[in-house]
Structures are given as C-alpha cells and as structure tokens.
C-alpha cells in the first residue's frame, strides 16, 4: 500500500511540473489544466487514493494563484518537495493507525463486557418477574380453593339446614308423637335456658328481670301440661307453632345477650378497687336525668349476697375505762400513773445500808 501511495505522489508531482511550467502560459490553457488535475483527483479518491487527491487538489488551487503572486514565491523544487512530505504525512496518518487501532479495540472490548453486564442483569431481572408472577399465581390460585372450599362449604351446611327444616315441618304436619315430643323437648331446653338465666340474674341483683322469667317460666310449665301425650283436642296450624318458636328463640338469644352483658359488667366490677362508700349508699356516677313529671327512683338496697362483707363491730372503751387505776388492785396487770414526786422522795432517802458504812476517804498519793 505504501509503494501505491508513492506511486500516486510521482504523479502528483509530474502534474504540479507541468502546471508550474505552464504558469507562464495563457490563461484558457491554465484552465484546462486545472480541471484536468481536478478530474484526476476525482478518479484517485473513487479508487480510494484520498491523500493523493488532496494534493492534485492543492496542486491545481497552487496553479490558480501562480497568476495572483506575481511571480514572487517558493521556487518550484522546493514546491514539489512540500508537496510530497505532505502527501508523506497523509499517507502515515491513514495507513499506519496502530494507536487509533489500539484504542479502538480496546473501546471494543469494554463495549462488548458492558453488553455482557446489562444482558446478564436484564436476565436476572426477567428471572426475578418472573418468580414474582408465579408466586403471585400460586396464591392467587389458593385463595381461589379457599374461597371454593368456603363456598361447598355454606352450601352444605344451608342444605342440611334446609332437611331439618322441612323434616320439621313434616313431622309437624303429622300432629304424630314425633311431633309432639320435638315440640316437648324444645320447651324442656328453653325452660332450662330460663331457669339458668334466673340464676344468673339473681346474682347480679335484677329482681325484676327474674320475675319477668319467672311468668315466662310458669307459661311454658303451662303449655308442658297441656301437650302432655294423653291430652285429645285440636292442636294449633303448624304456622302458629312455629311463629311461637321464632319468637321463643328470638327472646332466648336476647337473654342469652342480656346475660353475657351482665357477666361482663360483673368482671368490669370485679376489677374496680373497692368503693369507699357505705353500702347501700348512691355512687356519684348512679345519676340519672329524671324526666318532669316523674319521680326520682330510690336506690334500692343491694341483696345480702352482693354487699361488701363488714368488720364485726369492736366495743371502743371510754376514756375512764382507759384511764388506769391510783391504786393497783389485785388481779389487775395494767400499770399504775407515773408519779415523779415520789420518785424524787425515794432517790433522797437513805438506807439503812448507808447510814451503817460510811463512805471511806480516799487516800492521796502524796501521803504514800
């Protein structure tokens, strides 16, 4: 390629000669020569030869200028000589680019690992959707079974509701034993639920909830006696009885209600400290607004059961009681007033054990 390259500045060179020799010339014949070198510049960079067509290119702008410089300028060696080094140079830049070609595999290496990197990260993030989606799928498939199995499961239940229902109703329409004896043993269960509601009642102090319960009770005692198995007569519509029942158990789940509040409301109390009051005393949060024209209800007292236990009553003796005796009385232990004077009047009197010895002089060391 090089030994190309220095063909096509020999060339390059023959026609910068013949243009310097025609520079004396006219200038049509001038002109001719110009776009021959311009046409010859063409063909050269078609086949690929761009640095020798930048210099026929150079080569004919120098012959148009030849008449403008009057003839002053370089001499026509040193023209030919500075056209060749840079045809010389051209052709090192662009057939010898090892450090471009250096530089430009390396930048292909990096482009190349930071495909590798973005693809390896674009796969693990598809990975990553992906187990997402499927988790995602798998509950949502759970919760479907779940909600299905719920669903069987109602069905089922509403079904077996329903049998019963109509079982009932069937034994009902036959006014047979079956009949009479279900009916005897839901009144027995609600007289039951009843007499423990009254229990119930009793110990969180509602006397008149109890004698509400109480009438109830004597009323289906009653009906228990009138369904007796020997009784003969015409028996109520099924649709009576079993509005009656309705009614029962709608009043047996309120006072089932009634009866869980009052046990909560018992454990509320439990866990209050106890009241400073006397019992059977108004508590300050037991005011209630009464309305005109109604009396104010009095407290009523609380049963035996519920009061708050008392210490038994001590006797207080009086102050004379308490006072101790002047003089100790036989049998009696308590301690006699203390009497200072006569304390006094002991510490001065002297003994016979004092009067008999003396006190002996102290001897002094001197006399010694």
């Given at each position: 390629?090089?030994?190309?390259?220095?063909?096509?500045?020999?060339?390059?060179?023959?026609?910068?000669l013949?243009?310097?020799?025609?520079?004396?010339?006219?200038?049509?014949?001038?002109?001719?020569?110009?776009?021959t070198?311009?046409?010859?510049?063409?063909?050269?960079?078609?086949?690929?030869?761009?640095?020798?067509?930048?210099?026929?290119r150079?080569?004919?702008?120098?012959?148009?200028?030849?008449?403008?410089?009057?003839?002053?300028g370089?001499?026509?060696?040193?023209r030919?000589?500075?056209?060749?080094?840079?045809?010389?140079?051209?052709?090192?830049a662009?057939?010898?680019?090892?450090?471009?070609?250096?530089?430009?595999?390396?930048r292909?290496?990096?482009?190349?690992?930071?495909?590798?990197?973005?693809?390896?990260?674009?796969?693990?993030?598809?990975?990553q959707?992906?187990?997402?989606?499927?988790?995602?799928?798998?509950?949502?498939?759970?919760?479907?079974?779940?909600?299905?199995?719920?669903?069987?499961?109602?069905?089922?239940?509403?079904?077996?509701?329903?049998?019963?229902?109509e079982?009932?109703?069937?034994?009902?329409?036959g006014?047979?034993?079956?009949?009479?004896d279900?009916?005897?043993?839901?009144?027995?269960?609600?007289?039951?639920?009843?007499?423990q509601a009254?229990?119930?009642l009793?110990?969180?102090?509602?006397?008149?909830?109890?004698?509400?319960?109480?009438?109830?009770?004597?009323?289906?005692?009653?009906?228990?006696?009138h369904?007796h198995?020997?009784h003969?007569?015409?028996?109520?519509?099924?649709e009576?009885?079993?509005?009656?029942?309705?009614?029962?158990?709608?009043?047996?789940?309120?006072?089932?209600r009634?009866v869980?509040?009052?046990?909560?409301?018992?454990?509320?109390?439990?866990?209050?400290?106890?009241?400073?009051?006397?019992?059977?005393?108004p508590?300050?949060?037991?005011?209630?607004?009464?309305?005109?024209?109604?009396?104010?209800e009095?407290?009523?007292?609380?049963?035996?059961e519920f009061?708050?236990?008392?210490?038994?009553?001590?006797?207080?003796?009086?102050?004379?009681?308490?006072?101790?005796?002047?003089?100790?009385v036989?049998?009696?232990?308590?301690p006699?007033?203390?009497?200072?004077?006569?304390?006094?009047?002991?510490?001065?009197?002297?003994?016979k054990?004092?009067?008999?010895?003396?006190?002996?002089p102290?001897k002094?060391?001197?006399?010694?």
């Amino acid at each position: 390629m090089r030994f190309g390259g220095q063909i096509l500045l020999g060339i390059m060179a023959v026609a910068l000669l013949a243009s310097v020799s025609m520079a004396d010339e006219p200038d049509a014949a001038r002109k001719v020569h110009i776009e021959t070198l311009l046409k010859q510049a063409d063909v050269l960079e078609s086949h690929g030869a761009d640095a020798a067509a930048k210099g026929l290119r150079s080569a004919a702008e120098q012959l148009r200028q030849t008449k403008s410089s009057d003839g002053k300028g370089l001499s026509n060696k040193e023209r030919v000589e500075i056209i060749i080094r840079e045809g010389d140079n051209n052709e090192f830049a662009q057939t010898s680019p090892n450090k471009s070609r250096d530089e430009d595999r390396r930048r292909f290496e990096e482009i190349r690992a930071r495909q590798r990197e973005m693809r390896e990260e674009i796969e693990r993030k598809a990975l990553q959707a992906r187990k997402a989606a499927e988790q995602a799928l798998r509950e949502h498939e759970e919760r479907l079974r779940d909600r299905e199995a719920a669903e069987r499961e109602r069905h089922e239940r509403e079904r077996h509701e329903r049998e019963r229902h109509e079982q009932e109703m069937r034994e009902h329409e036959g006014h047979g034993p079956e009949g009479r004896d279900h009916e005897r043993r839901m009144l027995q269960e609600r007289l039951e639920h009843l007499h423990q509601a009254m229990n119930h009642l009793r110990e969180a102090g509602m006397p008149d909830r109890v004698h509400e319960l109480e009438r109830q009770a004597e009323e289906i005692e009653r009906e228990l006696h009138h369904h007796h198995p020997g009784h003969e007569g015409p028996h109520p519509p099924v649709e009576e009885l079993m509005g009656q029942i309705h009614e029962l158990r709608e009043q047996l789940h309120g006072l089932r209600r009634e009866v869980a509040e009052l046990r909560e409301q018992m454990m509320h109390l439990r866990e209050r400290p106890a009241p400073r009051f006397q019992p059977g005393e108004p508590r300050p949060d037991d005011f209630r607004p009464v309305p005109p024209g109604r009396r104010p209800e009095e407290p009523r007292p609380q049963p035996p059961e519920f009061r708050r236990p008392q210490p038994p009553e001590r006797h207080r003796p009086s102050f004379e009681e308490l006072k101790p005796p002047k003089e100790r009385v036989e049998g009696d232990k308590r301690p006699l007033p203390f009497q200072p004077k006569k304390l006094e009047a002991q510490k001065k009197a002297p003994t016979k054990e004092t009067e008999k010895t003396p006190p002996k002089p102290k001897k002094d060391k001197d006399e010694d």
